[in-house]
T-cell receptor
Framework: SQKIEQNSEALNIQEGKTATLTCNYTNYSPAYLQWYRQDPGRGPVFLLL?????KGKRKERLKVTFDTTLKQSLFHITASQPADSATYLC????????FGKGTRLHILP | GAVVSQHPSWVICKSGTSVKIECRSL??????MFWYRQFPKQSLMLMAT?????????EQGVEKDKFLINHASLTLSTLTVTSAHPEDSSFYIC???????????FGPGTRLTVT
């Protein structure tokens, strides 16, 4: 069955550094991969979508890569800030998407 | 842009009663809306896919007679939890996908507590 793994349940990063989150998947060949941010008690917020034929995409301080050979996506937040602290969800698919469990990111001041 | 509202944001009901949750896309049209539930520290679990003007598609294990979904227009979908029981207590979140797009925009969620 399709499986999505996000590298760690929680990640602590010093403010100003780059946070890198990993998403690995198996038994799936998605055409699209997406990243969302979720704050406690709130619905997820869409951040970025990357297509299988795109190696990378940027949006302000966010950068995502999509390696269909490794079946992996890396999500980077550069110049991280305490306000970036949240849970980040990787999601795969197009018509119907499957979410990973997420990584709780803490940016330490 | 791409705002989705959800109402109510929280509701407490007695066991055996029904609760309706509304999901609206405020500034875009969505032929497809999705309903999820989420338990604490768990991932989003897709319950059903709702297409405007047609019957919803339910995920395996989700009782369609218990979770009634109606998608009457391109901006409104409703989820009715019928004969609610305490085990139905959860965080319910809807999302809407703009026409010809693949990303989803989520509502703020509804916290349902069944006593």
């Amino acid at each position: 069955s399709q499986k999505i793994e996000q590298n760690s349940e929680a990640l602590n990063i010093q403010e100003g550094k780059t946070a890198t989150l990993t998403c690995n998947y198996t038994n799936y060949s998605p055409a699209y991969l997406q990243w969302y941010r979720q704050d406690p008690g709130r619905g997820p917020v869409f951040l970025l979508l990357i297509r299988e034929n795109e190696k990378g995409k940027r949006k302000e301080r966010l950068k995502v890569t999509f390696d269909t050979t490794l079946k992996q996506s890396l999500f980077h937040i550069t110049a991280s800030q305490p306000a970036d602290s949240a849970t980040y969800l990787c999601a795969l698919g197009d018509d119907k998407i499957i979410f990973g469990k997420g990584t709780r990111l803490h940016i330490l001041p | 842009g791409a705002v989705v509202s959800q109402h109510p944001s929280w509701v407490i009901c007695k066991s055996g009663t029904s609760v309706k949750i509304e999901c609206r896309s405020l500034d875009f049209q969505a032929t497809t809306m999705f309903w999820y539930r989420q338990f604490p520290k768990q991932s989003l679990m897709l319950m059903a896919t709702s297409n405007e003007g047609s019957k919803a598609t339910y995920e395996q294990g989700v009782e369609k007679d218990k979770f009634l979904i109606n998608h009457a227009s391109l901006t409104l979908s409703t989820l009715t939890v019928t004969s609610a029981h305490p085990e139905d207590s959860s965080f319910y979140i809807c999302s809407a996908r703009p026409i010809q797009r693949y990303e989803q925009y989520f509502g703020p969620g509804t916290r349902l507590t069944v006593t």
